[in-house]
């Protein structure tokens, strides 16, 4: 995959709607999610099985994109919850509409 193809995000993954809730950021977004869905690394999305991308935020820069998910980071779990709800209120697998 060329860089060009790469998605800068900021990104929610979860186990199931309104639960365990990983917050991270990727100069590749798709393959960071399939890392995550795949288990690849351990960690605390494998530990607690959030292999359900819910919510990502396009960036242009990975420096904002950073500062972003340090600010979401900084966040209530409700504030989180509403972001997701906003964009995706079913908590659906958004990884299906990234990969076509």
């Not at 959030?50 to 966040?75: M, N, P, Q």
């Amino acid at each position: 995959m060329a860089n060009e193809d790469r998605i800068i995000a900021v990104y929610m993954m979860a186990n199931r709607k309104n639960g365990t809730i990983y917050t991270g950021v990727s100069s590749d977004l798709l393959r960071r999610v399939w890392e995550h869905r795949e288990g690849i690394q351990e960690g605390f999305t494998k530990k607690w099985g959030c292999t359900r991308l819910v919510w990502y935020e396009a960036h242009d820069e990975i420096g904002r994109a950073i500062f972003r998910e340090r600010s979401i980071k900084s966040y209530r779990r409700a504030n989180k919850i509403n972001l997701i709800h906003a964009a995706n209120p079913d908590w659906n697998d958004l990884w299906f509409s990234i990969t076509g």
